[in-house]
């Protein structure tokens, strides 16, 4: 079984920077695809951004381009997600996920195999 824990919320103005991260334990890290995605009040969950596992290629919404950057770690079995220039349009629940590397990269959620509990983040304008 493959756990997923997310830290690294919190309030910040906008303007500011937070950087969440994810640990993952249970099985081979590396060979997983791991994304981020986020949801906001009555909205549907969104993706943000995923990482490759082999050469680290990544992909982002739009709208963060350019002010996010994911990165893993697979000798501590954790991705992070570097969030600058935070503006009150990203207050959500950020959640870490899982796919198994073989089906290769995703923007779905519906893809993914394992997800974290969530961590809060608020842009106070």
């Known amino acids: 079984q493959v756990q997923l824990v997310e830290s690294g919320g919190g309030l910040v103005q906008a303007g500011g920077s937070l950087r969440l991260s994810c640990a993952v334990s249970g099985r081979t890290f590396s060979t997983y695809v791991m994304g981020w995605f986020r949801q906001a009040p009555g909205k549907e969950r969104e993706f943000v951004a995923f990482i490759g596992w082999s050469r680290g290629n990544t992909y982002y919404l739009d709208s963060v381009k350019g002010r996010f950057t994911i990165s893993r770690d697979n000798a501590k079995n954790t991705v992070y997600l570097q969030m600058n220039s935070l503006k009150p349009d990203d207050t959500a629940v950020y959640y870490c996920?899982?796919?198994?590397?073989?089906?290769?990269?995703?923007?779905?959620?519906?893809?993914?195999?394992?997800w974290g509990q969530g961590t809060q983040v608020t842009v106070s304008s």
């Open positions: 996920a899982a796919r198994d590397a073989r089906w290769g990269n995703s923007v779905e959620g519906r893809f993914y195999d394992y």
